[in-house]
Nanobody
């Protein structure tokens, strides 16, 4: 059993910053890619940022230059630092991780429950 728990969302004014965290727990042998997605009302879920186990990062155009993702492999945690936030960044942010189970060796992609980020004055 593996769980991803996000934290750090909230209300922020335009131009402000937020840092999201996502911690994985449970029967974990290793975590491969970890990623952040977001879904705004009435829109499809979209990739925001991805980070490999080795630290290679990929960003969507919407977050490039403003968002930064990092991870702490010892803590099974991924972070998303968001700067210069805009109203259009308002969405539910989800963390996603590709995890190999210690229990049975299966590799499965897990999702967190999501955390709301609202950018408004």
């Amino acid at each position: 059993q593996v769980q991803l728990v996000e934290s750090g969302g909230g209300l922020v004014q335009p131009g402000g910053s937020l840092t999201l965290s996502c911690a994985a727990s449970g029967s974990i042998f290793t975590i491969n890619n970890m990623a952040w997605y977001r879904q705004a009302p009435g829109k499809q879920r979209e990739l925001v940022a991805l980070i490999s186990r080795g630290g290679t990062t990929i960003y969507s155009d919407s977050g490039k230059g403003r968002f930064a993702t990092s991870r702490d492999n010892a803590r099974n945690t991924v972070y998303l630092q968001m700067n210069s936030l805009k109203p259009e960044d308002t969405a539910v942010y989800y963390c996603n991780a590709n995890i190999k189970s210690m229990a049975n060796g299966a590799t499965i992609t897990y999702w967190g429950q999501g955390t709301q980020v609202t950018v408004s004055s």
